[in-house]
């Protein structure tokens, strides 16, 4: 790990359809258009950032990640999809053109989620199966990248003559996977096919032992997957002015979307199933604050739902994104970031809103604390 810890890490944004300053209720957000899209990726490209998770909340990932990619040089969209939903044929069709397009600045973030999302989709597959299912899918998929023709039999695919595109030569013959999820199914996933492992952020000793996880498993196989962090930000000049923020989130928020979301973590997923990456952020939220929420009072202070001095998972309360945040002034942030470094993190991928305004003080404030200096115009 000492070796990963003196190399500044990768840092990737977020690039959302919904933006503003509390977006999860009415008058905190934007509505973003194309000129948005345009502003949020020329600042990717001129900002220390190589790239964005594009999730499955707002428009197309497709749409929106080809959009802000022909806007821009050398921003990477990081697509969030599932596979089956499109065929795994289609899929590599879509990907190697892609690929092509925009010269390999194709990242795939493969999502499990939760089984109702699923059935939406017509498929009535719960997780441990889901994740046979991605077994199959992702091996076919690879093996089209990889300009293979496909026949394959297995028990969720029966695939015949297969080829992805070929009319065009594949940019690369590997398009890189990122993965998430801690169930044992998804961590067996990951352990073959993962380039990357994504989490959100724990505890940093927790952490640490999920990566060796991750690691051991994937070394079973012979691989090495990079490990990734996702966590939102609320920052500020100090540590006092960071928890302001967080409190006045905390109070814009209206008791529907609170008592909406204590809902979802009592049944522990936010489509109702069980998520085990969720299930470990809330176990943090003191039972003092989700006391105080389920009668009715709203706890005067963010820190009240705090894990500790930076660590915030009471945004699983407000935002339907990451459940967890790291909430603190410049020189804190920058140096709870440098511990998960250690502790083996070599991608972080952030977000502050509104998402524009966050990407540059994130930039401007800490970034040089990793040495990357956004580019003079
Ligand atoms: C970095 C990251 C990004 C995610 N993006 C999405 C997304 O765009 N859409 C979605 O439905 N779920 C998303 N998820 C949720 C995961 O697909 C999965 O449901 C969750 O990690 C729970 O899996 P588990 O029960 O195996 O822990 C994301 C998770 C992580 C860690």
């Not at 990248?145 to 039999?153: I, L, N, P, Q, R």
């Not at 927790?206 to 994937?218: G, I, P």
Request: no cysteine; charged share 25%.
């Amino acid at each position: 790990m000492a070796s990963t810890a003196t190399r500044p890490p990768e840092f990737m944004w977020y690039f959302v359809t919904h933006d503003g300053p509390y977006p999860w209720e009415p008058e905190g957000r934007r509505r973003i258009q194309l000129e948005d899209v345009r502003a949020l990726a020329s600042a990717m490209d001129r900002l220390p950032y190589t790239g964005a998770l594009i999730s499955t909340t707002g428009h197309n990932t497709w749409v929106l990640g080809a959009a802000a990619a022909a806007m821009t040089k050398k921003f990477t969209p990081l697509l969030a999809i599932r596979p089956q939903f499109i065929s795994a044929a289609e899929l590599a069709n879509m990907a190697v053109s892609f690929d092509d397009l925009f010269e390999g600045r194709l990242l795939i973030n493969v999502i499990n989620s939760e089984s109702p999302i699923w059935r939406q989709h017509g498929i009535w597959l719960e997780n441990d199966e889901r994740h046979e299912l991605h077994a199959e899918y992702w091996d076919v998929f690879n093996r089209l990248v990889a300009g293979e023709k496909v026949t394959h039999k297995g028990r969720y695919l029966n695939i015949e003559n297969a080829v992805a595109n070929p009319w065009i030569e594949h940019y690369r013959p590997h398009i890189p996977l990122w993965f998430s999820g801690s169930s044992p199914g998804a961590l067996q996933v990951v352990a073959r096919f993962a380039d990357a492992y994504l989490t959100f952020a724990e505890p940093v000793e927790q952490l640490r032992e999920k990566v060796s996880t991750v690691l051991d498993l994937a070394g079973e196989h012979e691989r090495r997957p990079r490990i990734g962090l996702r966590a939102s930000l609320i920052i500020g000049e100090t540590d006092a002015d960071a928890w302001r923020k967080a409190d006045r989130l905390l109070h814009a928020t209206s008791r529907a979307t609170l008592e909406r979301k204590l809902g979802v973590i009592t049944r522990g997923g936010n489509a109702g199933g069980t998520s085990v990456t969720q299930s470990r952020i809330f176990a943090h939220i003191p039972d003092a604050g989700l006391e105080a929420i389920r009668s009715g009072r709203v706890p005067d202070s963010a820190r009240d739902l705090a894990a500790d001095d930076n660590l915030w998972p009471g945004i699983s309360l407000l935002q339907q994104g990451p459940p967890m945040a790291l909430v603190g002034g410049y020189d804190s942030i920058a140096e709870r970031l440098k511990e998960y470094q250690a502790a083996g993190v070599e991608i972080f991928i952030l977000d502050a809103l509104p998402l524009l305004e966050g990407a540059y003080e994130f930039a401007e404030h800490v970034l040089p604390k990793f040495n990357l200096v956004p580019a003079q115009a």
